[in-house]
């Protein structure tokens, strides 16, 4: 099997998408990726990110293959949780203090928070296009959107924790483990005990 064929059998096992970082753990030399999209074989996307011409184009998808280190947050993870009935103005991503964001797009709200509690409540999710996107889980947003609740839409904060107090997959206890960790503990219980 050429190199050509073999990126063409990594496209096929990846849902059509391809980078240059799964060309080089795979030893195909990422020059096959320029000629194959000359030729019209591949499109790129974006820097490093190939797709089979036409194919979809996930937003969510290309944009934590390019930021490997983001996690979805605030009404990005709400969106993607189905918690929200609004698409998200703008991408809403978490890295830790000290991560260079230089070069991600203006349009993209980004957080910042200690290194030590970036990792926490990290899960992963399915888009609508079914690629896997990280995101931090229902828990760990609820407490996010509790500590900026000035900064969130009424409406939009209010949907998510009356979704989460009806929610049947709702884990209090870490809930408040996570709150607890983040210091505001008091706050969730006091919204919690108002809506329980």
């Not at 998408?17 to 030893?27: D, G, H, N, R, Y």
């Not at 591949?42 to 937003?59: H, K």
């Amino acid at each position: 099997m050429d190199y050509q064929e073999r990126v063409l059998h990594l496209l096929e096992k990846s849902g059509g998408i391809v980078t240059t970082s799964m060309l080089q753990s795979e030893k195909i030399p990422t020059v096959y990726l320029t000629r194959m999209n000359r030729k019209g074989i591949i499109e790129r996307v974006d820097r490093g990110i190939y797709r089979i011409p036409g194919g979809v184009y996930d937003e969510y998808f290309f944009f934590s293959l390019k930021y490997p280190k983001i996690i979805y947050s605030y009404t990005s993870a709400l969106y993607l949780f189905g918690y929200t009935d609004q698409i998200p103005e703008n991408i809403e991503i978490t890295v830790y203090s000290g991560y260079n964001a230089s070069r991600i797009n203006k349009d993209v709200k980004i957080h910042y928070i200690k290194k030590e509690y970036h990792e926490l409540g990290k899960t992963s999710i399915e888009t609508m296009f079914s690629n896997v996107v990280p995101v931090y889980n229902i828990e760990r947003t609820i407490c996010d959107l509790v500590s900026e609740r000035d900064k969130i839409e009424v409406e939009v904060f209010a949907k998510a924790i009356q979704r989460y107090t009806s929610s049947k997959g709702r884990d209090l206890n870490l809930l408040f483990e996570y709150a607890k960790k983040l210091k505001i503990l008091d706050k969730v219980r006091d919204i919690m005990e108002v809506q329980l």
